[in-house]
Nanobody, 115 residues
Framework: QVQFVESGGGLVQAGGSLRLSCAAS????????IAWYRQAPGKQRESVAI???????SYPNSVKGRFTISRDNAKNTVYLQMNSLKPEDTAVYYC?????????WGQGTQVTVSS
């Protein structure tokens, strides 16, 4: 059974940092591109970082230079280092392959950035 467990969220002041982790199971993790997604209240879910199976990364302009995605295939885990956080980064963050497996969203981890 495919499962994703996200952790590491919390409440942080603007300008602060957080590191999110996502443990995956039930899939051949190393062969898949993995992404971090976020969904803010009233908004659609969006991808904020993608890492290919080979380790290449991509980011939207909204987080480029502030967020860094990485992966540890030995641990079936993907990370998201978030620096210089802004109030508009407030959302529930999820991991999932890219493209997403729509039936296998985890619970996510809440990130709240206060101004």
């Amino acid at each position: 059974q495919v499962q994703f467990v996200e952790s590491g969220g919390g409440l942080v002041q603007a300008g602060g940092s957080l590191r999110l982790s996502c443990a995956a199971s039930g899939m051949i993790f190393s062969r898949n591109a993995i992404a971090w997604y976020r969904q803010a209240p009233g908004k659609q879910r969006e991808s904020v970082a993608i890492i290919s199976s080979e380790g290449s990364t991509s980011y939207p302009n909204s987080v480029k230079g502030r967020f860094t995605i990485s992966r540890d295939n030995a641990k079936n885990t993907v990370y998201l280092q978030m620096n210089s956080l802004k109030p508009e980064d407030t959302a529930v963050y999820y991991c999932n392959p890219y493209p997403a497996l729509k039936d296998y969203w985890g619970q996510g981890t809440q990130v709240t950035v206060s101004s």
